[in-house]
């Protein structure tokens, strides 16, 4: 059974998987920062505001739980690996369409030199007006898997030192006051035959965490994790649905007592959705999963989309909650307790 | 045993090119200006491979986001969402067939003959390869909606008949001698290669250049040995992965043990590790003694080198080389 935390949401509690466009003159600034233009205190200062800046702009759009946009990032797996000791990186390596990250490359043993991602929970918790934030982390299966592995020797055993790694950062939030914690896993179901000992390695990262633990897979084979949902010790499972046209929600019969944060708009399409078919599609998930144990954000983090329809994907969406909110309120449903 | 060395497949796209690309999509710069910097990049790979003296080299792919596209717009197919690449870190816009394919000209070899004579390439046209997905790759990653096709098998042969064929006829008239058919599906266990021979044979009819078979990102035994006996009468030669998965070195000599003409996948284009020149010799002196029957073996990458940084993909090009 999930544990409650004493947090009221309302019903429906809309948030964003992470990572959110970047303001233009922010990407200037970084460009003025990379030709030694700027100091590190002036991008620092340029990081922090746009943080304020995309926060309010996820709370204006009606987000009960925010994230701080990942502005500080400029890749997932790539931030993290930047971290770490350990790690050296060749070049970048396109990933989709002219979509491209830098690839990191493990050539010594991992080191975790000092926290990661605090400064960034302590920031957007300052900034932010809401009661819970969601705080994201790239997962360590995903992090082995999109590195060259040149130094372990099994992946295997690359996943576990990460793991090692990701759990402290984790452990080091909750000293600092997270409530919740999103594990980024989106590689997790790519090699089937690597599935048991993956689901037991990302498992340890949430060795003796007592905060809500979030776990994000997305553009995966879901018939192949459904069959892990109970396994994997995380209470609720960030999904992408819209990408899809929604098929494949019969899997969510398997998830048992946990919860979906259940993707309603394409990150990867300009179109923008309508509130009705937000809404259309949340009907459609609430005849598999009690609406108690439904989570609603995008499909997936909206940094590639232009900042103006990423805004627009995130107010349509929370309109479509809304429909549905209104609804339920008819029938008396309106808050949920937060669990871990 | 005659050894030589070839290129295949994808590579990385250069900073020049990504970023011309980004300036082509926010309508900064022409398609024509962009073209330019398309065959700049090819000139320069063609350039720097064919110093080297490799048997034969792909275009690079360039052009190509993914093994599907542009290639589904060609035949006015519309694309899905992005899905994922086998096992990679690495997405491709799905094919969706809710009509039958309409392919009026040979796109892709028309567009290759055009670049190359535009570069001052057209004399190494020989040595140069058309990029195609194979049928069983194309069937395993589309969608097939309402009464477009009844079957896989029958996208599989319309697509041979419409699109290969087509390519192959046109590309052996301007001067092409080899034509790639990816064929990553049949590493997988999930399709039988035995569906698929016809459709070859039938490339081969039309081809009388090479016609490689490339299947990467994993081994399955049982299709390699059904094609390399199948198809050994013919101009057909598969590429093998050999750097995924550690191969049995007498399964490999099992599988075959009918077959003339082998590529083998040595280097790994998934990951940044260089390998040793030792071994590489070693294991190439371990294939000659075990596949005596063998008379051409080609040394090759186990998939396309774009998965590497770069950088590190000339690197490994150049490993490659000190093999030619």
């Known amino acids: ?340 | 045993m005659k050894i030589m060395s070839i290129l295949y497949g994808s590579m990385p796209r250069s900073r020049r090119l990504a970023r011309a690309l980004s300036r082509y999509y926010s309508q900064k710069i022409s398609l024509e200006a962009l073209d330019e910097i398309y065959r700049k990049e090819l000139k320069r790979y063609i350039d720097f491979t064919l110093t080297y003296n490799f048997f034969r080299i792909s275009d690079g792919m360039f052009r190509w986001d993914d093994l599907f596209n542009p290639l589904a717009e060609y035949m006015k197919i519309p694309v899905n969402g992005l899905k994922r690449f086998y096992d990679n870190n690495f997405f491709f816009r799905q094919p969706v067939f809710k009509e039958k394919i309409r392919y009026e000209t040979p796109v892709i070899s028309e567009i290759l003959t055009k670049d190359l004579k535009l570069i001052g390439s057209l004399d190494r046209i020989n040595r140069i390869s058309i990029s195609l997905p194979g049928p069983a790759t194309l069937v395993a990653n589309s969608l097939i909606e309402g009464s477009s096709y009844t079957s896989t098998n029958d996208l599989a042969r319309d697509y041979i008949e419409k699109v290969v064929l087509k390519e192959a006829e046109n590309a052996y008239k301007q001067g092409f001698r080899h034509i790639d058919l990816h064929e990553p599906e049949l590493a997988s266990e999930n399709v039988k290669a035995d569906d698929y021979i016809d459709l070859y044979k039938r490339v081969s009819e039309y081809f009388r250049g090479f016609i490689w078979i490339p299947i990467y990102f994993g081994y399955n035994s049982r299709n390699i040995k059904i094609l390399a006996e199948e198809l050994r009468d013919t101009n057909i030669i598969l590429i093998i992965d050999l750097a995924t998965k550690n191969i049995d070195i007498e399964k490999l000599r099992n599988d075959l043990s009918k077959t003339k003409a082998v590529g083998v996948g040595l280097i790994n284009s998934r990951n940044t590790k260089m390998e040793k020149i030792a071994y590489i010799r070693e294991y190439v002196a371990t294939l000659e003694k075990t596949l005596s029957n063998i008379e051409d073996l080609y040394l090759t990458h186990n998939t396309n080198l774009e998965f590497l940084p770069e950088k590190v993909a000339y690197k490994k090009i150049r490993l490659l080389s000190k093999f030619t």
């Open chain 1, 1 to 340: 059974m999930l544990k409650e935390m004493n947090i009221e949401l309302p019903i429906l509690p809309t948030t964003v998987i992470g990572s959110y466009p970047r303001p233009k003159w922010l990407r200037h600034m970084i460009r003025l920062y990379k030709a030694g233009r700027i100091d590190e205190k002036t991008l620092q200062e340029s990081f922090d505001d746009a943080v304020i800046a995309v926060v309010k702009e996820q709370e204006d759009a009606g987000i009960d739980i925010p994230s701080d946009g990942e502005m500080r990032r400029d890749e997932m797996v790539e931030y993290f690996a930047q971290r770490i000791k350990g790690f050296r990186f060749y070049g970048p390596v396109r990933v989709w369409g002219n979509n491209f990250f830098n690839k990191p490359a493990v050539v010594d043993k991992l080191v975790y030199e000092k926290p990661i991602v605090i400064d960034e929970y302590m920031f957007l918790r300052k900034v932010s007006r809401r009661p819970v934030v969601k705080v994201t982390i790239t997962g360590p299966y995903t992090i082995a898997d999109w590195s060259f592995n040149e130094y372990y020797s099994s992946k295997q055993e690359l996943v576990y030192e990460l793991a090692k790694i990701i759990n402290r950062e984790i452990l080091e939030l909750e000293k600092a006051g997270a409530k919740f914690v999103q594990v980024d896993e989106p590689a997790l179901t790519t090699h089937p035959e690597e599935m048991e000992w993956a689901v037991e390695a990302v498992n340890e990262v949430t060795k003796g965490v007592n905060i809500k633990l979030g776990i994000h897979v997305c553009y995966s084979n879901y018939e192949i994790l459904s069959k892990y949902f109970d396994k994997l010790n995380f209470s609720q499972f960030a999904l992408e649905f819209a990408n899809r046209s929604f098929r494949d929600l019969h899997i969510l019969k398997r998830l048992g007592d946990k919860e979906i944060g259940f993707g309603v708009v394409d990150v990867h399409s300009r179109r923008i959705e309508t509130p009705e078919e937000v809404a259309q599609a949340i009907r459609k998930v609430m005849e598999i999963v009690d609406v108690e144990r439904i989570y609603i954000n995008p499909d997936c983090g909206l940094k590639l989309l232009p900042r103006e329809i990423a805004k627009a994907k995130m107010e349509v969406m929370v309109r479509g909650v809304n429909i549905i909110r209104e609804e339920l309120r008819r029938k008396g449903v309106e808050k949920i307790i937060m669990r871990r």
